[in-house]
């Protein structure tokens, strides 16, 4: 990554500092080597990794702070490292999530190689580490790295196929099985999934009191408790029971 003096946005710091610099960024594009997409048959030569390097910069993002604005034009796409992020759009002064993203996630790929603007805005939800990739610089890698593309594909289409799968799984299901499978896929190491009652509704297309009274249900069954925009797994063996896993 070409060394300079980082542009500061509001909520967001580079790693581009002081003597650490080198050492850091090589930490963190050793991770995209190892976790993006599929690392088995496609191994990152050097010369792919400082290509990649070239054309993006290391990110970090505060809660409640975006990485990009729905309406915005797309000239970046995001890999996240670490953090969970929630993707929502607004009409007039609603706002509706429309999904969450985490680690090793793809963003703002398919508007930015299109050139249309972002159809969702991107907001922190807890501290974030983010690669940021420009178009301009990202395109002549992709044409000159083949193994680099062909991670990025796969990256995609991984993205793809565990959206399709997780709609099969919670189709035909009452709420509070959705409710049941969605805290097991997205609870984090301390069990915890950082999400409001509404946003929760929104995300499973069910009215807000249908899933406070799932809630109720797997909180008197001991598998769940609530706080503020916050869901805690107590017992994950019955919320895999309820959801018939």
Known sequence: MNVGTPTIEPGLTTSRRG????????????????????????????????????????VEKYPGTHLFREGEIARHAY???????????????????????????????????????????AKALTPV????????KLLPVLVKHPVVT????????????ATQRRVLRLMHRTVKEQVAEMLLDDADQSGEVRISQGALATLLGASRQTVNEALADLKEAGAAETGYRLIRVLDAGKLATIAGR
């Open 79 to 121: 890999v996240i490292e670490k953090g969970e992020l929630e993707l929502y759009r607004t009409t007039g002064t609603v706002k509706r999530v429309v999904t969450r993203a985490g680690e090793g996630t793809v963003l703002g790929d398919i508007a930015m190689f299109q050139e249309e603007p972002y159809i969702s805005s």
């Open 19 to 58: 003597s650490t610099v080198s050492v850091a960024e090589h930490q963190h594009f050793a991770w995209l080597a190892r976790s993006f997409g599929r690392t088995d048959y496609l191994p990152l030569s050097p010369a792919d990794l400082d290509a990649l390097s070239d054309a993006g910069e290391y």
């Open 129 to 136: 580490r983010a690669f940021r990739f420009d178009r301009a």
């Open 150 to 161: 062909l991670r990025w594909l796969v990256a995609g289409l991984s993205q793809l196929e």
